[in-house]
Structures are given as structure tokens and as C-alpha cells.
């Protein structure tokens, strides 16, 4: 008997041991991460990075640092989308959160950003401020006030024409003064009690900031075609306008204010006419009068939020944090323990060493020794607002990237400078292909959208044409005949046996796009929206190959000595492996703190995986494989999720898929006596919040569950759809088009 226990517990601890050294581990980089608010407490600096995109996570991660943005660590977590402000009194610390368009929240942390108590629920919150132990919070209930850090509240709007259109507030020279939707400027000299409105020169819009500077109160429109900015010099009783912003911005909003004895800051996005890219910056002026757009050295120039600290500058935008020690006339990178990079591409050289990733918004960086440590490279891309790269092929000693709004760049010294290089314009460059030692292949996000080039890239020929597909090219492979295969966007491959002069199509999986291709000796896989298939007669016709109903974005192999081993990353199941040449896959995700997977790279003895918001990971395939080996397809999921719904756009039905962990114990939410279940609610909303649907309503036990939602009475436009079980909350957006 003590013989059988002792190897008992061997096996254990093998098991055990083999579990913990076939994970996932992180790579600590890139640094960065969607920096959506900075605040600061007690001289300490906090910010939000959030998750906004369609996969999201539902999780917001607070950082906190204690030497002035020179490096950051990890506090606490919220759930949502994202978090906007961040804001403190005294003794308290206070976040704005949302889930989705429609759910707001109010947090407050007591504890130096250790843990958050929820404070108002469902309310749309907008521009907060702070003031010693006050705390105003203007929502879509009416103007809330609390003068005791956030422990006891009133409605001090109660008296206003539109109690619930505050939308900013200020208090200048003891007179508080509060911007309302399409009213202009009232002001209370009694905090509230009573109000009078104060303005002139027709001064009846929509007022989203008031702030004050240099014994003036400024008012701002905060968005808009029309560049104006109000000033008042005698406690609001007149109003002037005060001044314009540059000339170049038009169609801008305001995205954050801050103030010194020196000056003002805006955070600002806007367009320079009506067609253009979306920019931003920091704008600065030391008197209200003239502004100044600087933003040297941040990318993406879409500024999220600002702060001020130490008499330096902070800047959030999608990929970190960036500092300015002069008033921001230039900025550097200050990201330092903010692993949360968005991974838009990744390639490396052959063997591994060489890497580079492309960041969302961010441009491209490059690692030499395996993606340990990294090197910004973006002379040449930093005059875009947020250059995106998606893909990448390298011919000679010549890199080919293509970005998702500003064309095709190049670069001969591996990204130490890049120029354009044609196609330019806002439609995504999807792909590259080689086609034998001379031509290139590029495919764009539109209507026949193949181009070739037999001279470097110095010139693009469309090889595609009369709207053979209609919709959007999305990938490209040559054949080992030397044929072109493109996918679109609708579910289709195309293939070309006269280098494009006639085109062949066949479905593939109609609604999902193709969004890789890859042929493994004889057979082709194609990656799509609704899973893998495959192709054993050179595209002629195709089947599905597993995964289906997960959003699949590439397909690799271990390396060309092992061509059965595949692997697959998805945008909303992580990461799956097949050794059977993709006849059945399974799950590989111990580890990885998200399932949003961006893509994956083998070199044959790592796999690399990019994620959306999480950086770089990697695993050694060959524990991998051991792993796979010893797990079972029967395992009950281990924590929730909810899937993107399929197909997207729909009309108009679409299937909705969510898991039910086994073990939702930990979140004390079963009722007495239904250990069996949990109680499910997936419910769709339109965009105004209304309740249209009610797909699930009941107890649940664990499992992977599928739903459908057929929505032929209901109009074409945006709906979301948000799944709660026990303390569990996730939304996510869907369109219908009839």
C-alpha cells in the first residue's frame, strides 16, 4: 500500500510539474498598452490601459508609479471596456469605467488603488472634477456632490432648466459654474442650491469644458467643425470669444484639460477636413489667446488623457505612456512595467533571432535576440497619426509592410527608415505573396483589391478587375504551380492560373472571410471567420477542417521538416494545435491571460503568439505537443467566455456562442440548493439601451453553449449583446444589415 501511494504521488508530481512547464510565458514586451486615462494621487501617477476592441477581455488593468513615470506596476483590475478618467480627493481615488456604449460607472479606492468599491451604477457620467474633499460628477441622474471624499452624496442639479444635461463644471472665485447641453453656462453661488444662467453673445451650445486660468473663465464647445473657445473676465456675466485653434484642425474633440501656472494643455483628436485621417496631439498655450499642436515624438498622436506631475507632461494614447519634461515640445516614450501591447503583426528571420512586430497605431519594432528587448523603428512612419502595420514579407534585403490606413512602405536597412511605396490611401494592405524570384503580390481590403509588382515596388498593377470580387481581398499564397490564390472578405478563395488575367472562384464559407491561406504539400487550408478548411484539389472546392464557429486569423507549421504539426490562432479561443494535419485540434492556452490572439509564428522549437493587449508570449512546441498528448476534448471549460457572434454583419440571423465554467463556485453567486447551475442571462440592446431580445433566461450548468438570435423584425443598425452569470458581465457589438 505505501509503495502504491508513494508512486501515486510521482505521478502527481510529474503530472503537475509537466502542467506548470507547458505554459505560456510572457516575453515582458513589447511595452505599452491603450492608455485611455492618467491620474494621479499623493504625487503618485496612475493609469488605465483598456481593452476597446470587439474581442474585448472585459478587463481594465490600473497601473501606478512612484518615481514620476519612470517605471509602473500593477495595482488592481476592473471589469469593462474601459476606463476614462481618473481623478482624486484627499483622501480618495476615483475611475470612470464603461462597458460597452451604455453601461457607466463610478469606483472609488480608499486604498491607494488596491481594491474599488462601486459608487453609482448605470449612469452616463461625464466630465468629473476634484477639489480638496470634493468630488462633482455630473450624470445622466443630475449633478451629484459629495464634499466628504465620495462618502455621502446629493443632487445638486435639482433646480436647473436641464437638471440632467451637466456635462462640466468649475468653481472661480467661489462661484460655481456649470456647462450644460444646448444652454450654455449657468452658475450657483450657494453650491447648487439655486442657479442663474450667465451668458451672452448668443452663448447657447453645448458646453463640454469650462475651466480657469490666469483670474479668466474659458468655456469650450469641446467638439465640432468650428474652432472656438470663450473667455469671460467678469465672473461670467460676459462672454467673448477668445480664440481659434490652428488653422489645420477641423471636425475636433476635446479629449482631456489640464493646467499649470504656465499654461494650458488639451488632448485633442481631430481631422483636417472632412475626408482626412484622424490626428491628434497636445495642444498648449500660456494665455488662452494662441495655441500651439505639439505631439513630437508620440505615436499614435491620438491623445487619450493627460496629466501633470513634477512640473512634467503625461500623455496617454493607444500605445503607452509619454512624458514631456518642456511643456511638451517633445515626448518620449515612458511605458517602462506596462506589458499590454497590441500586437497588430509579427515575422522574424529564419531561426528566430531576428524579430519584428508591428504595434497598433504604433509602427514597427525590432528585436535581436528573440524578443527580449526592443527597438523602435519609425523614421519615416512617425509623421502619421497612427501608422498600423498588418503585414509584412521581406524580398532580398528589402521589407515590404503594409498598414491598415496609409498604404504600402519599404525599407532596405531593416527599418532604420521607411518610405511609401504606392497603394496609397485609407483601404488596408492585407497581404504580400513572392510569385517565383522577381514578382510581388499585394492585396488591399477592396473590391478586386490584387496588385502586382515586378520592379521592387516602385510600381503596383491591378490584376484583378470587373468586380471579380466584390468584396475585399483579405489574403494571398502562390501555389507550388506558380498560381495565385486570394481570399475575400464574403467567404470566397479565388485562384489565377495566368498570373490574374482570368480568375476561378469557389466558397469556401459564405458571410466569413478568408483571412489566411496556407498549402501544405498537397492540400490547402484557408483560416476564416467561421473556422479552418481545407482543400485537397487545389481549391476547387473545400471542407470544413475544425474550429468552426471561432474566428480564425492564421495557420502555421512547426517548421518545413514537420508539415503535419499545425497550429492555429483565433481572435476569440486562443490558440489550437493539430499533429494530424488538421483533422483534430485542440485547445493550447495554459497560460495566456487572453484569448484575443493576433497571431502565431513557429520557429520549430518555440511558438510565438501576438496578442491584442497582452504583448508577446511563446511556448516550447515540444512541451506543447507532451501537453496536448495528455489532455482530453472532454474537459469542461474552466472560465467564461462569450464568443463573437457569426456570421457578423448578418441578416438576419446570426448564432451566439458562451461557456459556463465548471467551477462557478468562485464567484458565490448559486443560488441555495441549484448546485447544479448557474443562473444565464444573454440579452440584445439596441444602441440606445432599449431591450430588444432575450435569448437566455435560465440555469445553466457548466458547459459550451450555442444560441440563435433571428432579428428579421427588428431594423439594420448596431445591437449589442451582454451575457451576466453570477458576478460575470461581458458585452459585445454586432450588426445587422438588411
Not at 465672473?235 to 484642425?249: D, E, K, L, T
Not at 498648449?284 to 515624438?297: C, F, H, K, P, V
Not at 494614447?317 to 511643456?327: D, E, I, Q, Y
Not at 532580398?396 to 531593416?414: P, Q, R
Amino acid at each position: 500500500m505505501k509503495l502504491n501511494f508513494i508512486h501515486a504521488m510521482i505521478i502527481i508530481i510529474a503530472l503537475s510539474y509537466l502542467d506548470v512547464y507547458a505554459q505560456w510565458t510572457s516575453l515582458n514586451g513589447p511595452s505599452g498598452g491603450n492608455v485611455t486615462a492618467i491620474g494621479k494621487s499623493a504625487g503618485n501617477l496612475f493609469c488605465a490601459v483598456s481593452d476597446e476592441t470587439i474581442y474585448s477581455n472585459n478587463r481594465i488593468d490600473i497601473f501606478s508609479s512612484t518615481d514620476n513615470g519612470s517605471s509602473w506596476s500593477y495595482k488592481s483590475q476592473l471589469s469593462g471596456t474601459g476606463v476614462y478618467q481618473i481623478h482624486s480627493t484627499n483622501a480618495t481615488i476615483f475611475v470612470q469605467s464603461r462597458t460597452g456604449s451604455f453601461d457607466y460607472y463610478l469606483y472609488k479606492s480608499t486604498d491607494n488603488g488596491n481594491s474599488w468599491e462601486l459608487v453609482f451604477d448605470s449612469l452616463f457620467i461625464r466630465r468629473i472634477r476634484t477639489e480638496g474633499d470634493k468630488i462633482y460628477v455630473p450624470t445622466s441622474q443630475g449633478l451629484f456632490y459629495s464634499g466628504d471624499n465620495g462618502n455621502s452624496w446629493s443632487n445638486i442639479s435639482s433646480n436647473l432648466p436641464l437638471p440632467n444635461y451637466v456635462l462640466c463644471t468649475e468653481t472661480f472665485n467661489g462661484t460655481l459654474y456649470a456647462g450644460l447641453a444646448d444652454s450654455g453656462v449657468y452658475k450657483s453661488t450657494n453650491n447648487g442650491i439655486s442657479w442663474s444662467r450667465s451668458w451672452a453673445n448668443g452663448l447657447t451650445r453645448d458646453i463640454r469644458f469650462i475651466f480657469s486660468f490666469n483670474n479668466t473663465l474659458f468655456a469650450s464647445e469641446g467638439e465640432g467643425s468650428t474652432n472656438r473657445i470663450y473667455k469671460s473676465n467678469d465672473n461670467g456675466v460676459s462672454w467673448a470669444q477668445s480664440s481659434f485653434f490652428p488653422m489645420i484642425m477641423n471636425y475636433y474633440t476635446i479629449k482631456d484639460v489640464k493646467l499649470t501656472g504656465n499654461g494650458i494643455f488639451m488632448a485633442v483628436v481631430f481631422r483636417q477636413s472632412a475626408g482626412s485621417l484622424l490626428e491628434g496631439g497636445v495642444l498648449y498655450s500660456s494665455d488662452g489667446n494662441s495655441w500651439e499642436l505639439r505631439r513630437q515624438g508620440i505615436l499614435p498622436n491620438l491623445v487619450n488623457t493627460i496629466e501633470l506631475n513634477n512640473s512634467d507632461v503625461f500623455a496617454g494614447s493607444g500605445s503607452g505612456v509619454f512624458k514631456s519634461t518642456n511643456n511638451g515640445t517633445v515626448w518620449s516614450k515612458s511605458s517602462d512595467g506596462i506589458v499590454k501591447s497590441q500586437i497588430s503583426h509579427l515575422t522574424f528571420s529564419a531561426g528566430g533571432a531576428e524579430w519584428a512586430v508591428g504595434i497598433r497605431g504604433a509602427g514597427a519594432l525590432v528585436s535581436a535576440d528573440s524578443g527580449f528587448s526592443w527597438i523602435e523603428r519609425n523614421n519615416g512612419l512617425d509623421n502619421l497619426p497612427a501608422p498600423t502595420i498588418i503585414s509584412s514579407i521581406v524580398k532580398g534585403n528589402k521589407w515590404f509592410a503594409g498598414t491598415e490606413s496609409n498604404g504600402i512602405y519599404t525599407s532596405t536597412d531593416n527599418g532604420i527608415q521607411w518610405i511609401s511605396s504606392g497603394l496609397v490611401g485609407e483601404i488596408p494592405i492585407t497581404a504580400f505573396a513572392l510569385k517565383g524570384t522577381n514578382e510581388i503580390i499585394a492585396t488591399r481590403a477592396a473590391a478586386d483589391g490584387v496588385y502586382r509588382s515586378t520592379d521592387d515596388g516602385n510600381f503596383w498593377e491591378q490584376i484583378m478587375s470587373g468586380s471579380t470580387s466584390p468584396s475585399g481581398i483579405l489574403s494571398v499564397a502562390i501555389g507550388g504551380a506558380g498560381n495565385i490564390f486570394v481570399g475575400n472578405a464574403n467567404g470566397y478563395v479565388l485562384r489565377s492560373t495566368n498570373n490574374g488575367a482570368n480568375w476561378t472562384s469557389s466558397e469556401v464559407a459564405l458571410g466569413a472571410g478568408v483571412r489566411f491561406l496556407r498549402q501544405v504539400g498537397l492540400t490547402w487550408f484557408a483560416a476564416t471567420g467561421n473556422g479552418i478548411y481545407r482543400s485537397t484539389n487545389f481549391g476547387v472546392s473545400w471542407s470544413p477542417s475544425g474550429l468552426q464557429g471561432n474566428n480564425v486569423n492564421f495557420i502555421a507549421i512547426k517548421n518545413s521538416a514537420d508539415t503535419l504539426t499545425l497550429f492555429a490562432s483565433t481572435n476569440d479561443a486562443g490558440v489550437f494545435f493539430s499533429s494530424d494535419n488538421g483533422n483534430s485540434w485542440f485547445p493550447s492556452n495554459n497560460g495566456l491571460p487572453t484569448l484575443n490572439i493576433t497571431g502565431i509564428r513557429s520557429t520549430g522549437t518555440y511558438l510565438y503568439a501576438g496578442t491584442n493587449g497582452e504583448g508577446l508570449w511563446r511556448i516550447r512546441i515540444d512541451d506543447l505537443i507532451t501537453n496536448i498528448d495528455e489532455e482530453t476534448s472532454k474537459e469542461l471549460p474552466v472560465e467564461f467566455h462569450l464568443s463573437q457572434n457569426y456570421p457578423n454583419p448578418f441578416n438576419p440571423s446570426t448564432k451566439i456562442k458562451y461557456t459556463i465554467p465548471s467551477t462557478p463556485l468562485s464567484f458565490g453567486d448559486l443560488p441555495a440548493g441549484k448546485a447544479g447551475g448557474l443562473g444565464v442571462r444573454l440579452i440584445v440592446y439596441d444602441v440606445l439601451g432599449n431591450e430588444v431580445a432575450t435569448l437566455v433566461n435560465e440555469q445553466k450548468p457548466a458547459g459550451i453553449y450555442e444560441v440563435e438570435f433571428n432579428a428579421s423584425q427588428l431594423s439594420s443598425g448596431i445591437y449589442f449583446y451582454k451575457l451576466t452569470a453570477g458576478s460575470f458581465a461581458e458585452t459585445k457589438k454586432m450588426l445587422l444589415l438588411k
